[in-house]
Every structure is written in C-alpha cells, then in structure tokens.
C-alpha cells in the first residue's frame, strides 16, 4: 500500500499547540504525521480552541469531559500538591480516571470503524508515560496498533537519594501497584502491533515486564526539533568565533531540585578567577527552588556572573540559544529533555548527566555527559567541562558544528518518515 494512502486514526490524548511538554509534542506529531498520510485525530475537548484555530478543516474528533469529573480534577490537584509543589506519582494516580473515561469513549466511538476496515493504522501517542492501556487494542483485529514512543520511570540515581524524596520519590511505588489493577494494561503492551520506546531504560523495561520480541519494540527517542531551531553551520562557525568576547553559558527548564541549576551554580563557584572572569551564566525558567537558587548565588557572590530570566515563552527562548556558547544542564532524571535538542539544534555543546533520554542525545562529538556517581562528582565534572570547553574555542567550534548534523536527525519531518515507514513494515503483516 502507498504510504500516502494510509489512513490513520491517531490517539492523542494531549494534543496542543499552545501549551508545552507533552501536549506540544502530541501536536508535532500530530502536524507532520499528517504531511505524509491520511488522518484522522481524535483528541480531548480541552484542545478544541487552540486547534480549531490552526486546524479548523481537518477531521478531528473531540472528546468531552464529564461534569462530574471536571469537579474531581479539581479535588485530585488540591490532594496531590503540598506547598505549592506537585506530588507527581500522587497527582496521576489521582488523575487517572479522567484518561479512564476518554479511553472508554475513545472506544465506543471508534469501535465499529475500526472493526469495519475505516483505518488503516490505529496509532496512539499520549500519554507518553508507559503505565497507560488503550481500550480500542481490542477492536484492531484487521489492522496494525502501533503504541508510542512511550517513555518514562526513569529511577533516580541511588547516590541522589535526598533529591529523590523531595522529588516525593516514596510514591513511586503507585506505579507497579497500577500495572495490576488497571484494566487493559497488560493487554495494551502484549497485542500491540510495535511499540515505540522513547528512551533506552524504557525499551529495556518494557522488553522485561512484557517479554516482547525485539521485533515489536525499538528505540524510537521521544522528542523531536522544528526546523526553526536548526542553525545554519557556517551561521554557528561564525557566531561562536569573535575573539575576546564573554563565553555566554546557558541553563534552561523548570527551577526544581532534580534539574541540577544548584550543581551547576556550585560549579561555576569553584572556578578559578581567571575562568569566571570569561564567562556569564543565564539561568531561563522558574520554580519552587528559584529564591534558594538566587539566595545561592548572592552567598557566592555571583551576582556579576548569573542572571535570572524567570519564566519565558517556549517560543521566545530561541533568542537565548543564539546568543549562548555552551548549554549546561545537568538534570540527574530526564525522561525526554527537549531543551538538549533544541540547544544542540542551535549550535551549542552540551553538558548534561547521563540518566535518561538525554544522555543518549549527546554524543562524544557533541559535548559531554557525566555518570550520576554523585553530587560532588557531577559538580567537579561539571566544573572540568566548562574549564576545557571555556579554553578551548576550536572544540566549541567542533562541537558546535556536530551539535548541529545531530540535531537535524530529531526533526520532526524526520520523524514522521520513521513513524510512516513503521506503518508501512507494520501493515505488510496484515496484507
């Protein structure tokens, strides 16, 4: 079959070109799966707006939201944050009969159509997290059901144990109770078709809990880049390249304590003087930590060197990366990191910590990534890493250019061809 004959029905739960994280990165799919095949979206209703404003003509089902539960998501937030901080594996846990009730109606909608040959392809991509089922498995007796790329349960590392509980870590165990209790889990992962797993730890996971055969889930990395990211090379040579100029360093995301911003502050304090008067430190986004982190700075006396931005539009941050020299983000537990790919696409070097996706995305040629031995050691490894990168402009140069050619293999053009050819290996099965 013509790959542009396809016709898909794709399950996107969070789908949204307003909004950030995951709902943005279901619109991006959504948007350039669609330049390649036949869709049809089915989606929440809380996403109808923003879509109907981009999208007003296309074939898209939404999904509404009982009274009743509106009313309960407000109670399930007040349960699940203390303090202002959100108690993650308390709040989807809490949460989790709201995607019930869309996966119910996704359902009974879509059954029939399916089962009568409508699509293709049956698709679903969020939630991303690998703890959700997908009722309409069952209906996909003539065509493949493709799941993902899921990705997430990424534990934190065992020396970071302080980090992890005011992360409320000691809830985590409401994931394996889930895997159990949920309806429709366990067959959701053993009928799929393939799945796509968007990090390493979860192929590995995935493979264990569900004995798949390696020819029904592959390494498929959950982000991707737009092309409005992407740096030109010779663009990147030139801009890094003025002599006696400040080595501009750049930290982006959410100011809470598994991020790493206090490693990263206790790292360029450690600097030699000679180093830090070379360099600045722009810190982009907000949180729970950012009047600790600021208070860190004043007692280091750092106040010349690093700079808060507070939080900033996604689509205003491009400004940040053209401007900086090297991205410093030492996260000790990322499920995706985003903000790497969009650094790397903008010609920076990478310095980053080696626990989940974005340890993957920085290679060798493109920066560096340090093991979660422990604090001390990430924030030495952090402080050697700026020193040589700092000194060292031919690798920035280097480093720069390679960032670039990794990143044009994360956007999303280049994705969607990848999804389309897995639909096309996928539905040879079903000829």
Request: proline fraction near 4%; include cysteine; glycine fraction near 6%.
């Amino acid at each position: 079959m013509n790959s542009n004959k396809f016709k898909v029905l794709l399950i996107i739960n969070e789908c949204n070109p307003e909004w950030a994280s995951v709902p943005l990165e279901g619109y991006r799919y959504y948007e350039s799966i669609s330049k390649l095949v036949d869709t049809t979206l089915v989606t929440h209703e809380r996403n109808q707006s923003a879509l109907e404003k981009i999208h007003g003509d296309r074939d898209i089902t939404y999904i509404a939201e009982s009274k009743l539960l509106k009313q309960y998501y407000k109670i399930a937030k007040r349960l699940s944050t203390i303090k202002k901080k959100t108690i993650w594996p308390l709040r989807h846990v809490l949460t989790y009969p709201l995607y019930g009730e869309f996966n119910h109606l996704v359902y009974s909608t879509f059954k029939h159509r399916i089962l009568r040959g409508d699509y293709d392809i049956v698709h679903a991509l969020t939630p991303m997290m690998p703890r959700y089922p997908v009722k309409v498995v069952k209906a996909c007796q003539n065509q493949p059901f493709i799941l993902g790329p899921v990705n997430g349960g990424v534990p934190f590392p065992k020396s970071f144990r302080e980090v992890a509980l005011q992360e409320f870590s000691y809830f985590n165990f409401m994931r394996m109770v889930g895997r159990f209790i949920i309806p429709g889990y366990r067959r959701t992962y053993q009928e799929a078709d393939h799945i796509l797993a968007g990090s390493t730890y979860t192929l590995n996971f995935l493979g264990e809990v569900f004995n798949l055969e390696n020819q029904r889930i592959e390494l498929f990395y959950e982000n991707g880049i737009s092309n409005s990211f992407i740096k030109k090379e010779q663009e990147a040579g030139e801009a890094k390249s003025q002599p006696n100029k400040l080595v501009k360093l750049l930290f982006v995301g959410r100011l809470v304590p598994y991020k790493g911003a206090d490693m990263l502050i206790e790292a360029v304090n450690q600097l030699e003087g000679s180093i830090q008067e070379k360099i600045s430190l722009t810190i982009v986004g907000d949180g729970s930590e950012r009047n600790t982190l600021e208070q860190q700075v004043q007692q280091a006396n750092l106040g010349e060197i690093v700079n808060f931005t507070g939080w900033v539009p996604q689509q205003e941050t491009i400004k940040y990366y053209s401007s900086a020299d090297i991205f410093c983000f030492p996260s000790i537990r990322e499920f995706g990191g985003a903000v790497v790919l969009e650094a790397m696409a903008s010609g920076l070097p990478c310095i980053v910590v080696n626990n989940g996706g974005i340890g993957e995305y920085v290679t060798e040629e493109t920066g560096f990534s340090i093991n979660p031995v422990a604090r001390d050691f990430v924030i030495q490894e952090l402080k050697k890493c700026i020193e040589k990168l700092v000194e060292n402009q031919a690798l920035r140069q280097n480093m720069s250019r390679q960032a670039i050619k990794r990143a044009m293999e994360f956007t999303w053009d280049v994705k969607a061809q990848k999804i389309v050819d897995t639909y096309r290996k996928a539905s040879a099965n079903y000829a």
